[in-house]
């Protein structure tokens, strides 16, 4: 079994910065790539930002140029993303994603974290 436990949430100011972070525990053989999802109340949940095993980062358009998303380079078992310029618009629970083989003869399996709440108000 895999846990994700993400941390780094909380309340700022329009224009600025928190860094969350996600740290994938337990059996682990492979961790592919690493993903930042977030959900607002009464919307459905959404892609921020996904890293490759290799470190190759992509961005949906509303965060380029304020998101980094970074990876550790050692375990590669933890993701992390900086957030800048936040906006009231960016309120919301973001969630940390993977898929993960447990074994060399197991699947590739999907995995969540629990969700921290960021929220962008003056």
């Known amino acids: 079994q895999v846990q994700l436990v993400e941390s780094g949430g909380g309340l700022v100011q329009p224009g600025g910065s928190l860094r969350l972070s996600c740290a994938a525990s337990g059996i682990i053989y492979t961790i592919y790539d690493m993903n930042w999802y977030r959900q607002a109340p009464g919307k459905q949940r959404e892609l921020v930002a996904s890293i490759t095993r290799d470190g190759n980062p992509t961005y949906t358009d509303f965060v380029k140029g304020r998101f980094t998303i970074s990876r550790d380079n050692a375990k590669r078992t933890t993701v992390y993303l900086e957030m800048n310029s936040l906006k009231p618009e960016d309120t919301a629970v973001y969630y940390c994603?993977?898929?993960?083989?447990?074994?060399?003869?197991?699947?590739?399996?999907?995995?969540w974290g629990q969700g921290t709440q960021v929220t962008v108000s003056s």
């Open positions: 994603n993977t898929e993960v083989r447990e074994s060399f003869w197991s699947d590739r399996r999907g995995y």
